[in-house]
């Protein structure tokens, strides 16, 4: 037993030693050192800045998208997605949903507690939506919504005051809006916005109620939305019904049956649409979990792609450590022949330089983490970008850097050790 601890001792005092000889040797050559570890510096760096900066951005967008509703299932023409492209031909051809299939959700669906069918004019197509006037003040909608009463429950928006379309404004199709908060504020500024008339696109409207205040968020925001009943916005805007049809927001009775009005939803969509079974679904399918996933997906491929190009830094960092380890090796045969004429062993010779370049790489590895950490705290600071640094990245950040040094002292460490002491203390 006192064997075994007098050999761990004796390691322990050889690791400390090789680390005091490997911090002489690199605080003696400062700025050799330095541009050493560059490569490292860089390739650690660019991981630990763009990892905190993705995984910040990606934990923002996944908030926004659980508080849009963390149990929405949304039915609608196309399939969500995320970036530019172009939808293959069946895609394009699909029919659109109609407020028939809505209501037939509705009575088909036990486990729905709410079912919104929806149609919008978004600002950015159609020339823009039109803008809503009050006397001589104007507010610009970026979006306008034809709506029933299961919108408020199915999208977890409410109205701050007032009340929202209620079914008897569907059914009559009464001219009534609700407006969003800063649409409100734009046109009421110091006077209260209930009952009062609004003209929108022509037509007058009576405002029935305001949202509350969402503020900017990822997914979507009402601030700047008015909502109207659907059967008043399809008399408006019949284009819209005829183009777009409608998307349907539905949200389940419970948490725990999300799964469950996936599937009564899509059994009742193919059956109406006259889908084959053997035949994919004709219509897209919209859910929180669902573009998390394909969120995911894309930021993914950007780290890879980021781990690709901090690779080759660190490639390009590991050889500038082979490269001035063998140097080094070359410059200090005497010395490596010295050690070995009073009794060190090749095993010594090896840990020794292998320390080094484990030190010169974990150095340029500390200094890379530092930097990146900065980075991100620089962008957390001066832009709406969110940054969160975790841990692992850190530990993956020095180990690597340190694996690197391993790697590549390898060969340096192995050549200095089969150096012959006799040759080595001739060397000039």
């Known amino acids: 037993m006192s064997d075994k601890i007098s050999r761990f001792?004796?390691?322990?005092?050889?690791?400390?030693?090789?680390?005091?000889?490997?911090?002489?040797?690199?605080?003696?050559?400062?700025?050799r050192s330095s541009l050493t570890i560059l490569g490292i510096v860089?390739?650690?760096?660019?991981?630990?800045?763009?990892?905190?900066?993705?995984?910040?951005?990606?934990?923002?967008?996944?908030?926004?998208?659980?508080?849009?509703?963390?149990?929405?299932?949304?039915?609608?023409?196309?399939?969500?997605r995320f970036g530019p492209g172009n939808r293959d031909e069946s895609e394009r051809q699909r029919k659109n949903l109609t407020y028939e299939d809505a209501i037939a959700l509705k009575r088909l669906c036990p486990s729905m507690a709410a079912v919104s069918p929806e149609r919008y004019w978004f600002a950015g197509g159609g020339g823009g939506a039109p803008s809503v006037h009050y006397k001589a003040q104007e507010g610009t909608p970026d979006t306008i919504g034809g709506v029933t009463e299961d919108y408020a429950p199915a999208n977890n928006h409410y109205v701050r005051e007032g009340r929202f379309i209620a079914e008897s404004d569907v059914r009559h199709s009464m001219n009534v809006v609700v407006l969003g908060d800063a649409i409100s504020k734009a046109?009421?500024?110091?006077?209260?916005?209930?009952?009062?008339?609004?003209?929108?696109?022509?037509?007058?409207?009576?405002?029935?109620?305001?949202?509350?205040?969402?503020?900017?968020?990822?997914?979507?925001?009402?601030?700047?939305?008015?909502?109207?009943?659907?059967t008043?916005?399809?008399?408006?805007?019949?284009?819209?019904?005829?183009?777009?049809?409608?998307?349907?927001?539905?949200?389940?009775?419970?948490?725990?049956?999300?799964?469950?009005?996936?599937?009564?939803?899509?059994?009742?969509?193919?059956?109406?649409?006259?889908?084959?079974?053997?035949k994919p679904n004709d219509f897209g399918i919209l859910s929180p979990d669902k573009l998390i996933g394909n969120f995911k997906a894309i930021t993914g491929g950007i780290t890879l792609a980021m781990v690709f190009i901090a690779s080759i830094a660190l490639l390009v960092g590991g050889v500038g450590v082979?490269?001035?380890?063998?140097?080094?090796?070359?410059?200090?045969?005497?010395?490596?022949?010295?050690?070995?004429?009073i009794g060190a062993v090749r095993r010594d010779i090896v840990l020794q330089f292998l320390t080094e370049a484990m030190s010169l790489s974990a150095m340029g590895g500390a200094v890379g983490i530092l930097l990146g950490l900065g980075i991100a705290f620089v962008v957390r600071n001066v832009s709406p970008l969110p940054t969160v640094t975790p841990l692992w990245s850190i530990l993956v950040g020095l180990g690597v850097s340190v694996s690197i040094g391993l790697f590549f002292g390898i060969y340096p460490a192995y050549k200095a050790a089969k150096l012959d002491p006799i040759d080595a203390l001739r060397y000039e």
Do not use: C
Request: glycine fraction near 8%.
């Open 42 to 80: 860089i390739g650690v760096t660019t991981v630990i800045a763009m990892v905190s900066i993705i995984e910040g951005f990606n934990n923002n967008v996944i908030a926004n998208f659980q508080s849009f509703g963390a149990t929405l299932v949304q039915f609608q023409k196309f399939d969500a």
């Open 187 to 230: 046109l009421f500024p110091h006077v209260d916005p209930l009952g009062k008339p609004v003209t929108l696109a022509g037509r007058r409207f009576y405002v029935i109620g305001v949202m509350e205040q969402q503020g900017s968020t990822f997914f979507e925001s009402t601030d700047n939305h008015v909502f109207m009943p659907l």
């Open 232 to 278: 008043a916005f399809d008399s408006q805007f019949p284009w819209i019904k005829r183009d777009q049809g409608v998307n349907i927001a539905t949200v389940p009775r419970s948490p725990d049956q999300v799964s469950k009005i996936l599937d009564e939803g899509t059994a009742v969509l193919r059956i109406r649409r006259k889908v084959p079974f053997n």
């Open 9 to 31: 001792q004796a390691f322990l005092l050889g690791v400390r030693e090789n680390v005091r000889f490997a911090g002489v040797a690199l605080l003696g050559r400062k700025l």
């Open 322 to 341: 082979m490269n001035i380890m063998l140097v080094s090796v070359t410059e200090r045969t005497r010395e490596i022949g010295i050690r070995k004429a």
